[in-house]
């Protein structure tokens, strides 16, 4: 297994993409008016939340927004991940990839009957469009920053985040990433080179900071992996060889390796992301995608984003926290 | 504290004031958790530090004539696809055991175990568990386990599972309680066609249907019984927060698929003890979430 | 296959499952719970400890009964089956907490399951957790010598005991009433106007009363002192939009000191959400 690769840093990006200073001019205008003397904050925060970051020493700047409606090119033709194998033939005349995808996981799985030379089956991380979608992210996280720049503030709190794909007619998928959050001043400190960004409550964000801990970056960590299926897929209707497969039983080791890998690149991924912002990250979500591409092939998509805090003070003897009762009406 | 907070900020990651605990056990990289910050700092509280989310998965076949071979009019268990359902879980809770042994950690909380039915024609299902590994410190309140502190890796097999979320595993601890496993008990059953002379006396009468009722309690009980059994041999005390799923979508509607999972705790304080409540009147209408999952829905 | 055991009720998996969870050689049984950890702790703190997860089934086939296609009337064969599959479940679950040697059953939870292969037949499921109290010095069980029974959580059952009194059994109602029709006169005389429907208001009104009663009566002949957590739900499972079961269903109280004073609690506003 390779080890996994950095996410990208804004200096290698591809395309045209966000590079600082490219926000929409709208959204110029309207962080300098509210930065401006006499402006105005706006905040998505409630009541609640107001108060908890108020009491930490913090005020609202405005709120903020981060998106990017991002397109995966056609797996990588003429780039660097372009694969490196040949097209070949199974039985049946069936046309499959051999694996050969440079640099990323990837792992055969030969047919199994004694007699029969079937399709072997393989996993291969899609190193592309694992690329794209951690680029997506990190091009809205960026921007969310930069609009928080503007207005003068020193992070970003209770950014929400939404993702989906787009039906647009286009050749390859495209999806939309949004990020919205409030943006947070400390009066009289001087500007951070970056300010942090959370997906941290108000309150949760308060918490942090009385036990010793402040929120560094949003981060994200992604994992896809194509598995095609070889003889042992199928329900014994698409293909001659998978007749055998009506009998067996048993686990289904490629896709176990397939799911399992995913979640561990997530994982490695976020953590070395997040090593440059902190030495935790709290609050990850870790919500996980399967595709079903065709009867016999499976793309699994782990994308998981967290909040990384950084320990600034160390809290000896913390505060054990009370057991209360509500007498309120919380439904069981 | 604001100021202080922020000058953390302006400085490289890892030399922040105080004691880096990570640096000193020899990892440089962040750790990530799937804890809300209640969690992690009710978590840190009890003496016990996290290590990283682990993963487990198994994706599973049943055996294909583990559906036929029983009578349309019998109530039977289809001990075949039990066994295959308990072997999958066996395995992805496996491999999660061995992320977290690799850690050297002494157990997972908040494990979330999905099970998911009929993928594809091939009728497979997917284990999927994911938790965050823990490590008692120093300063633990209760420990798993009187295992020497001498930096000897633990064995696999004593690596706990919970899916207790991190508030509840600090709330156990205070009242003396360590998470032994997490626990399961699966019961597959064939709940029998009635025959047409049965339906047609019943038709527009109210009675009990006795054999159907056997059949459905027999099988809840014979899960719920697999895993009292499975924490028998952990010398568990009991087990907590018992959920029955049911599921009858995989093989056909009269296949139905019973069970029963749970976090088995044991008392390893001499006694249980009281967390004596505060009684409180919240002034306000919501409710306290600490479900991360719900972090961001606000 | 085995049936019900008679005199028992229950399942032979069932009693095997409980027997396996007793205490042996002084060493307290294993207990399973679906109380949360927090309700858990609050039974411990009121002074019970967990012995076990109750459970009771009933499948029941309900039938069909001939009604007027205008009339407002209560369904009673349906009423009595609604009760009747309802009432055998909790006594199955009660029977099991009766086995494992209990005071009573918190956390109770009754529901209706309707399956694909019988379009009249439900399951009637309840489920809860059997506790005892460890001082043996107040009488938990009700006067018929049976474990009590309540739908509370962990949390409202230590709130209750702390405020000095004790659950003393679910107590239900049930009333399925048809709600008839209304004659064409009807429908055209009020179509245009702002009006209430007596017909409408008069069948929904005693249908709730009755379920109502129903329970109160079955609160009363236990010798409770009131009804707390009264839920009233309405469902028309199968049978269509003009017939519909009131369910009314709650936890009979009775006191244990003659005064109800607690702890003054603090008044806090959380910043929580």
């Excluded at chain 1, 033709?77 to 005349?93: F, L, R, T, V």
């Excluded at chain 1, 039983?249 to 896709?255: A, L, N």
């Excluded at chain 2, 990651?13 to 750790?31: E, L, M, V």
């Amino acid at each position: 297994m390779s080890g996994p690769p950095p996410p990208p840093s804004s200096s290698e990006r591809s395309g045209e993409t966000a590079s600082a200073g490219d926000l929409p001019e709208a959204a110029r205008s309207r962080l300098t008016e509210a930065a401006g003397p006499g402006g105005t904050w706006t905040s998505d925060l409630s009541v609640s939340e107001l108060s908890a970051v108020e009491r930490c020493g913090f005020t609202p700047a405005g709120m903020v927004v981060g998106m990017t409606v991002y397109q995966f090119g056609l797996q990588g033709y003429g780039s660097q991940y372009q694969m490196s194998g040949g097209i070949g033939s199974g039985m049946g005349g069936q046309l499959y990839m051999t694996p050969g995808w440079a640099g990323g996981y990837q792992q055969t799985y030969v047919c199994q009957h004694a007699t029969y030379g079937h399709m072997p089956g393989y996993n291969f991380e899609d190193l592309w469009y694992e690329r794209g979608l951690t680029e997506a992210y990190t091009i809205a996280i960026d921007r969310l920053r930069e609009e928080a720049d503007l207005l003068g503030a020193h992070g970003v709190v209770g950014v929400r985040y939404q993702s989906q794909r787009l039906p647009l007619a286009s050749s390859a998928p495209v999806i939309e990433i949004r990020m919205v959050g409030t943006a947070i001043r400390r009066e009289g400190s001087p500007l951070l080179s970056e300010p942090f960004t959370s997906h941290l409550s108000g309150q949760q964000f308060a918490k942090l900071i009385d036990t010793g801990w402040v929120p560094g970056a949003m981060v994200v960590g992604v994992g896809a992996i194509r598995s095609y299926g070889g003889c042992v897929v199928g329900d014994g209707t698409s293909s001659g060889a998978s007749a055998f497969n009506q009998y067996a039983s048993g686990e289904f080791r490629q896709r176990s390796d397939a799911i399992q890998h995913c979640r561990r690149f997530a994982v490695d991924r976020l953590e070395t992301h997040a090593t440059g912002y902190g030495e935790r990250v709290v609050g990850v979500d870790v919500a996980a995608q399967f595709h079903s591409t065709m009867e016999d092939t499976m793309l699994v998509e782990n994308v998981m984003l967290g909040t990384a805090v950084r320990r600034f003070r160390h809290i000896e003897e913390p505060q054990p926290a009370r057991v209360t009762v509500g007498l309120a009406d919380v439904s069981r | 504290m604001a100021d202080q907070a922020l000058d953390a900020l302006r400085r490289p990651p890892g030399r922040a004031g105080g004691r880096d605990k990570a640096s000193t056990s020899g990892h440089h990289r962040a750790i990530s958790t799937d804890f809300s910050v209640d969690e992690a700092i009710l978590v840190e509280g009890t003496g016990y530090e996290p290590l990283g989310l682990v993963t487990g998965a198994a994706i599973y076949r049943p055996p294909f004539w583990g559906r036929y071979g029983v009578a349309m009019r019998e109530n039977r268990e289809l001990a075949d696809l039990s066994n295959s359902l308990h072997a999958a879980r066996t395995i992805a809770m496996g491999r999660l055991r061995s992320e977290a042994a690799a850690l050297h950690a002494d157990g997972v909380v908040g494990v979330r175990l999905e099970f998911e039915g009929a993928e594809g024609k091939g009728r497979d299902y997917r284990f999927n568990a994911i938790g965050t590994a823990i490590r008692a410190t120093r300063h633990a309140t209760v420990r798993a386990n009187d295992r020497p502190t001498d930096g000897m890796p633990p064995q696999q097999g004593e690596v706990f599972t919970s899916d207790l979320s991190g508030r509840d595993f600090a709330l156990l601890a205070r009242a003396g309680y360590v998470p032994a496993d997490m626990v399961m008990g699966v019961c597959v059953y064939h709940v029998a066609r009635r025959q047409f002379g049965d339906w047609l006396k019943t038709q527009n009468a109210n009675v009990e249907l006795e054999l159907i009722t056997t059949a459905l309690y027999d099988s809840r009980e014979l899960a719920m019984e697999r895993m009292q059994l499975e924490s028998h041999s952990l010398g568990a005390d009991g087990i907590v927060g018992v959920q029955i799923k049911e599921e009858t979508h995989v093989w056909g509607s009269h296949v139905i698929e019973f069970l029963a999972i749970g976090t088995a705790v044991r008392l390893v304080a001499d006694e249980h003890q009281s967390l004596a409540p505060e009684m409180v009147v919240p002034l306000d209408d919501l409710t306290v979430d600490t479900d991360p999952r719900k972090l961001h829905g606000r | 296959m085995t049936a019900i055991d008679s005199t028992q009720g229950l399942p032979p998996d069932a009693l095997r499952r409980l027997q396996e969870s007793e205490d042996s050689a002084g060493r307290r049984g294993l207990f399973t719970s679906d109380l949360s950890v927090n309700e858990f702790l609050l039974v411990k703190e009121a002074g019970f400890h967990p012995r076990g997860l109750v459970f009771g089934s009933s499948i029941y086939h309900i039938g069909f009964q001939r009604r007027g296609l205008r009339k407002n009337q209560e369904l009673g064969a349906l009423t009595q089956a609604m009760y009747t599959a309802r009432e055998l479940a909790m006594a199955r679950m009660e029977t099991e907490a009766d086995v494992l040697g209990s005071d009573g059953v918190v956390g109770v939870r009754l529901s209706v399951n309707f399956y694909d292969w019988g379009k009249h037949s439900a399951e009637f499921i309840a489920i809860g957790t059997a506790v005892s109290a460890d001082e043996t010095d107040t009488e938990w069980k009700t006067s018929a010598g049976k474990p009590f029974t309540s739908d509370l959580s962990g949390q409202d059952f230590w709130t209750l005991v702390q405020a000095g009194y004790a659950p003393l059994g679910l107590v239900m109602g049930t009333c399925v009433y048809h709600v008839g029709y209304r004659g064409v006169g009807a429908v055209m005389s009020t179509s245009m106007r702002n009006a209430e429907l007596p017909h409408f208001t008069q069948a929904l009104y005693e249908a709730r009363e009755l379920a109502m009663s129903r329970m109160q009566e079955e609160a009363r002949s236990l010798g409770a002192e009131g009804i707390v957590g009264v839920q009233l739900v309405e469902k028309s499972h199968f049978w269509g939009s003009h017939v519909i079961e009131f369910l009314a269903i709650g936890t009979a109280v009775r006191p244990l000191r003659p005064d109800h004073v607690i702890a003054q609690p603090q008044m806090i506003v959380t910043l929580d959400t």
